[in-house]
């Protein structure tokens, strides 16, 4: 019996030797592509075009790399850029990974992946490095040699800035989204260009825009305050950016009625027929815009427009402190289709007249404010220019 039972415990043994041999060779065979990692396609991650497959991508992009093998991952390189790893976002079958905002020094257009166990796996891959892109310029009135503000994105140096008129800007400063630069001799109101090794921008602003100005004081129109028309600047006043500007240097009081500019259309002439009718009928399209320079800040009473309307409103759309430039000229944006909304909200819709539009500028509101401020350039302007 003793010896039965060791043979057969012999027995058991040799068929569980073979049961993990065949076993341990079909997990070798059955391995997609014998254990070793490969990529099958690239692809974005948006559920709905899980079928787009890529070859290339822009940076910051969140892509997702979909393959075999892929779970011990360690790194993932584009061109010279180390990506950064989620562990959760890692299995066999997939990596989804963000492609690297930094510009790359050496562009090989490939990824490359690490492995824990010593492996790594090349990919033909395309990061798209951006141009610039260009959203504003702190002042859109800055004078020859002075120093200009652009605010944007992928400024990545070597740098070159065009104004209109063919001119080239000396480049002060460049720091993340933020492009400095001296203002050529002899530059032109129109779009500026900037370029990169990665392509080039134009702006969809001008450079001191002249386009559609509504209310100027070169020369003077309208029913009120001549006496704020700065003319010939002395120490201690703002300097001109553009010819004449206005400036309201004095106490206003709560609810105090001040106005500072405009009138009808037949006492503003002409420059009341400024505001374009497409700007009228798609305000949505535009922009209303204006130079500012607070020497005290902005900080109580409202501001209120008329502009675009055939008639005066009292309840007109609001520009609300607080805003303090602290003594630089700035460029204030407003949609113009917000303002359409308030006019509508308050019982006016805008509708194009070609004898022109009514024009104000009022101080009327809460708080008492010692004000120095100073305005130019009134102008209903495009978002975008198309070529």
Same mark, same amino acid.
């Given at each position: 019996?003793?010896?039965?039972?060791?043979?057969?415990?012999?027995?058991?043994?040799?068929?569980?030797?073979?049961?993990?041999?065949?076993?341990?060779?079909?997990?070798?065979?059955?391995?997609?592509?014998?254990?070793?990692?490969?990529?099958?396609?690239?692809?974005?991650?948006?559920?709905?075009?899980?079928?787009?497959?890529?070859?290339?991508?822009?940076?910051?992009?969140?892509?997702?790399?979909?393959?075999?093998?892929?779970?011990?991952?360690?790194?993932?390189?584009?061109?010279?850029?180390?990506?950064?790893?989620?562990?959760?976002?890692?299995?066999?079958?997939?990596?989804?990974?963000?492609?690297?905002?930094?510009?790359?020094?050496?562009?090989?257009?490939?990824?490359?992946?690490?492995?824990?166990?010593?492996?790594?796996?090349?990919?033909?891959?395309?990061?798209?490095?951006?141009?610039?892109?260009?959203?504003?310029?702190?002042?859109?009135?800055?004078?020859?040699?002075?120093?200009?503000?652009?605010?944007?994105?992928?400024? #990545?140096?070597?740098?070159?800035?065009?104004?209109?008129?063919?001119?080239?800007?000396?480049?002060?400063?460049?720091?993340?989204?933020?492009?400095?630069?001296?203002?050529?001799?002899?530059?032109?109101?129109?779009?500026?260009?900037?370029?990169?090794?990665?392509?080039?921008?134009?702006?969809?602003?001008?450079?001191?825009?002249?386009?559609?100005?509504?209310?100027?004081?070169?020369?003077?129109?309208? %029913? %009120?305050?001549?006496?704020?028309?700065?003319?010939?600047?002395?120490?201690?006043?703002?300097?001109?950016?553009?010819?004449?500007?206005?400036?309201?240097?004095?106490?206003?009081?709560?609810?105090? %009625?001040?106005?500072?500019?405009?009138?009808?259309?037949?006492?503003?002439?002409?420059?009341?027929?400024?505001?374009?009718?497409?700007?009228?009928?798609?305000?949505?399209?535009?922009?209303?815009?204006?130079?500012?320079?607070?020497?005290?800040? #902005?900080?109580?009473?409202?501001?209120?427009?008329?502009?675009?309307?055939?008639?005066?409103?009292?309840?007109?759309?609001? %520009?609300?402190?607080?805003?303090?430039?602290?003594?630089?000229?700035?460029?204030?944006?407003?949609?113009?289709?917000?303002?359409?909304?308030?006019?509508?909200?308050?019982?006016?819709?805008?509708?194009?007249?070609?004898?022109?539009?009514?024009?104000?500028?009022?101080?009327?509101?809460?708080?008492?404010?010692?004000?120095?401020?100073?305005?130019?350039?009134?102008?209903?302007?495009?978002?975008?220019?198309?070529?």
């Amino acid at each position: 019996m003793k010896r039965m039972t060791n043979k057969l415990l012999a027995k058991l043994f040799c068929l569980s030797f073979l049961a993990v041999f065949f076993l341990q060779g079909c997990s070798e065979e059955d391995s997609p592509n014998n254990g070793k990692p490969m990529i099958s396609y690239i692809r974005v991650t948006d559920p709905g075009s899980s079928d787009s497959l890529i070859v290339s991508a822009s940076q910051g992009a969140l892509i997702a790399i979909i393959g075999e093998n892929l779970g011990s991952a360690r790194q993932i390189w584009f061109n010279d850029q180390r990506a950064s790893l989620t562990p959760t976002y890692l299995t066999n079958e997939s990596i989804l990974v963000s492609v690297p905002s930094d510009i790359p020094e050496h562009i090989s257009n490939t990824l490359k992946i690490y492995f824990a166990g010593g492996d790594s796996l090349l990919h033909d891959f395309v990061v798209d490095i951006s141009e610039p892109a260009i959203q504003n310029m702190n002042c859109e009135y800055v004078l020859d040699g002075e120093v200009a503000t652009i605010r944007g994105n992928y400024f #990545y140096a070597p740098l070159t800035v065009t104004f209109a008129g063919g001119k080239e800007a000396e480049i002060v400063d460049v720091e993340d989204k933020l492009l400095k630069v001296r203002v050529p001799e002899g530059a032109q109101p129109g779009q500026i260009t900037v370029r990169s090794n990665f392509g080039e921008t134009k702006s969809d602003f001008w450079f001191r825009d002249n386009r559609n100005i509504f209310l100027s004081s070169d020369p003077f129109t309208g %029913w %009120w305050n001549q006496s704020y028309v700065v003319s010939d600047p002395q120490a201690g006043d703002p300097i001109a950016i553009n010819g004449n500007y206005i400036r309201v240097k004095q106490m206003i009081s709560g609810w105090q %009625w001040n106005e500072v500019a405009g009138g009808p259309p037949d006492a503003m002439g002409d420059i009341s027929k400024n505001i374009p009718d497409e700007a009228i009928l798609n305000p949505e399209k535009y922009n209303f815009k204006f130079e500012v320079n607070t020497m005290k800040p #902005y900080a109580a009473n409202v501001i209120k427009f008329t502009v675009g309307l055939t008639d005066f409103n009292n309840d007109q759309y609001l %520009w609300n402190p607080p805003y303090d430039t602290k003594g630089e000229w700035q460029t204030v944006v407003i949609p113009f289709e917000e303002m359409a909304a308030a006019y509508k909200d308050s019982g006016f819709e805008m509708k194009v007249d070609p004898n022109g539009y009514y024009t104000r500028v009022l101080f009327h509101g809460p708080g008492d404010l010692d004000c120095d401020m100073s305005f130019d350039n009134f102008r209903i302007v495009p978002k975008v220019i198309e070529d």
